[in-house]
C-alpha cells in the first residue's frame, strides 16, 4: 500500500501561552484578522488550544508552535512541537 503524503500532513499552529496552572497542559492564543465580508474592514479574531506539554516547559507569555494530534482528552487535540521566543 501507499499512502500519499497530504493525507499525513497535520495543522501547526503558532500562538502565545495564556495559561499554565494544569499539570502537562497549557493553553494557548492564536490571532488572526479577518476581512468583513460586507464592509471590508479587517477584524482581529482569537482561537484557544488546549496544548499537551509533557515537560511543563512553558511559561505565560512564550511564543510556541504547537501541532495537532490524536485526542489526549476532552478538548486537548494539540501538543507542543517547539518554543519559538521565551517570555521576558
Not at 482561537?47 to 511559561?59: L, M, P, Q, S, T
Amino acid at each position: 500500500m501507499v499512502e500519499s503524503s497530504n493525507n499525513n500532513k497535520r495543522k501547526t499552529r503558532n500562538g502565545i501561552v495564556v495559561s499554565d496552572k494544569m499539570n502537562k497542559s497549557i493553553v494557548v492564543r492564536t490571532d488572526m484578522l479577518v476581512k468583513h465580508k460586507l464592509y471590508g474592514k479587517y477584524i482581529r479574531r482569537q482561537n484557544k488550544f488546549i496544548v499537551h506539554d509533557e515537560g511543563d516547559r512553558c511559561k505565560i507569555g512564550d511564543r510556541v508552535l504547537i501541532e495537532e494530534c490524536r485526542p489526549l482528552s476532552k478538548r486537548k487535540r494539540w501538543r507542543l512541537l517547539e518554543i519559538i521566543e521565551e517570555a521576558v
